[in-house]
């Protein structure tokens, strides 16, 4: 099982590596990336990167269309992280409930406006202490000190960085 876990682990490190470098491909491209490392997960028999998977919430505040939320939530699944999604447009107090119920080891969001710089604070504020955000979106772009201004532990610029972010994690 190590040995089958290692050689996915090598697929998705490449996967992320070669975005990095050549830039990401479309949608679609990005949608059949992930049916392929699912077809290799699904032959070396292995759920994912991790023998005991970490959890995530994921959400946006801001974000009614969701789509780097999708993405994010189908390369988290495929990883194996076990997922406990709120959806678009939640409110910081639905953010903190459901952390505080499901105590996840991450927070995955994507944010867009710079307004939402006071909900993410208070969010930040109340998470579990073991709870990290990553998140994502056109904020952290535009404003680097952003993350570091709203308590953000990562923020992805992209699932390639997302990818490389995970694959550095230590989970069981």
Known sequence: MQDA???FREAVGRVARGWLTDGLPSRQG??????ELDRLRHQLAVNGLWPHPPTMVTA???DGLGQGLAIIEKYAALIGMQ???LGLMQSPEAVIDA????QPDYLGMTILQYD???DLNRIARHLPAKTRIVAGGPVFNGDPDFSERTGVHYAAKNVAAFLT???AAEHG
């Open 5 to 7: 876990r290692r050689q």
């Open 30 to 35: 990005l949608d059949q990336a992930a049916e």
């Open 60 to 62: 946006t505040l801001d």
């Open 83 to 85: 997922l406990f999604p």
């Open 99 to 102: 952390c505080s119920r499901h």
């Open 116 to 118: 939402t710089e006071d």
């Open 165 to 167: 972010f995970m694959l």
